[in-house]
């Protein structure tokens, strides 16, 4: 992993055996996004997440490419040792099985909510799980949060989306900026995407703020202090994607790998 990445540090300064499993999830996650963002066919990439699928439900004889096999290999790993639920990783493919769809173009906000709670809030609870938080409790603050998360993404992401034919930011936010179309060239050219584009950062906003009503009490916050991390740091990326509001031309926005090292260790430090 990249120590450019937003989640490098919280890991990073994470002790065994818990550090390997949040790699492996990791890993495993980076590996999807491959194959689904990558220059397969449609066939081949439904193929690959069905394999998964059956990997994750425990059907007999799935065969696997060499790649997925060491994937698999300490993935399954960290899920004996963690304990961890098949469901949340079936979750997961639920929410890439709708990029593959093709649905992903100007998506309701509640088609938008639950592609968020698929592809950032099950894992999110399942890094909030190796960490030693698990429950109803765990899971809201991984749903609101991996919301928040999601929707950073997004802002930061919108134009490389719009490359794979992808429009993430929702109807209602695009209804109310006056723009009918859904072809993500045609949306980002319109003039008026800036509201539509600010319309998602306030509920951003709004999710962050959410999630900190949600955090645990002092026993549970300093296990998963590398969770508040990267919270934080996707705090400090979405301030910065504020700061800066919707810029077509300016390319992609991230935090230096110092500031997020600071704030890794800040959070882990005064937690």
């Not at 818990?18 to 999807?32: D, N, Q, T």
């Not at 209804?175 to 179309?181: E, L, P, V």
């Amino acid at each position: 992993m990249s120590a450019q990445s937003s989640f490098y540090w919280p890991m990073r300064l994470v002790t065994e055996p818990e550090r390997s499993a949040l790699f492996a999830i990791y890993a495993w996650c980076r590996h999807l996004d491959d194959i689904v963002d990558g220059p397969l066919p449609p066939d081949a990439k439904a193929a690959a997440l069905s394999m998964w699928r059956d990997y994750f439900t425990g059907e007999q004889g799935t065969v696997m490419d060499p790649d997925s096999t060491l994937v698999a290999t300490t993935l399954g790993a960290a899920i004996a040792a963690q304990k961890l639920k098949a469901g949340l990783f079936l979750r997961l493919l639920d929410g890439l099985e709708m990029d593959l769809a093709g649905e992903m173009r100007g998506p309701s906000l509640a088609e938008l909510e639950a592609y968020a709670h698929a592809v950032a809030s099950a894992p999110g609870e399942l890094c909030l799980n190796v960490l030693g938080w698990r429950g109803d409790d765990a899971s809201q603050f991984a749903a609101v949060l991996g919301e928040a998360v999601q929707y950073t993404n997004i802002l930061r992401d919108v134009a490389e989306d719009a490359e794979q034919d992808r429009l993430y930011v929702p109807r209602e936010a695009l209804d109310a900026a006056h723009i009918d179309a859904e072809d993500p060239a045609i949306v980002l050219a319109d003039h008026r995407f800036a509201d539509a584009w600010l319309a998602l950062a306030l509920m951003a906003e709004a999710k962050f703020a959410q999630a900190e009503t949600l955090l645990p009490g002092k026993d549970i916050r300093t296990r998963i202090k590398p969770a508040l991390a990267m919270m934080n740091i996707y705090r400090a990326l979405w301030r910065k994607l504020r700061k800066g509001g919707w810029q077509p031309h300016a390319g992609k926005v991230t935090l230096p790998r110092w500031q997020s090292f600071l704030i890794a260790v800040r959070t882990i430090w005064l937690t």
